[in-house]
């Protein structure tokens, strides 16, 4: 399984991006997926993650109203979008999978990883 981020860049404080998740040698429908980010200096950290059918969410307080995570298992893609934003989300956003069935929270909890992209949100 292999995963792609898109998306991302530069935005100003209050303002949006989307970034997305593509999955190949796979079938996303297979994986709970999810966001994690890394700001220089800090650990990485769970963002929000979605059930295998997009039934179920979970977001980190801080971007709770702010970002949205969705799917569709059709076009084997994943996407965040994230509405005003704040320079403390600035971080490479990193796209991940699992296999188990329910949303988990820990970075060595998820089987497969894309390589990030990042997001700059200046103030």
């Known amino acids: 399984v292999h995963l792609l981020e898109s998306g991302g860049g530069l935005a100003q404080s209050g303002g949006s991006l989307r970034v997305s998740c593509t999955v190949s040698e796979g079938t996303i429908g297979s994986y709970t997926m999810a966001w994690f980010r890394e700001a220089p200096g800090k650990e990485r950290e769970f963002v929000a993650a979605i059930t295998k059918t997009g039934t179920g969410s979970s977001y980190r307080d801080p971007v709770k109203g702010r970002f949205t995570i969705s799917r569709d298992n059709a076009k084997n893609t994943m996407s965040l979008q994230m509405d005003s934003l704040k320079p403390e989300d600035t971080a490479v956003y990193y796209c991940?999978?699992?296999?188990?069935?329910?949303?988990?929270?820990?970075?060595?909890?998820?089987?497969?990883w894309g390589r990030g992209t990042q997001v700059t949100a200046s103030s």
């Open positions: 991940a999978a699992t296999e188990q069935g329910y949303i988990l929270y820990l970075v060595p909890e998820y089987d497969y």
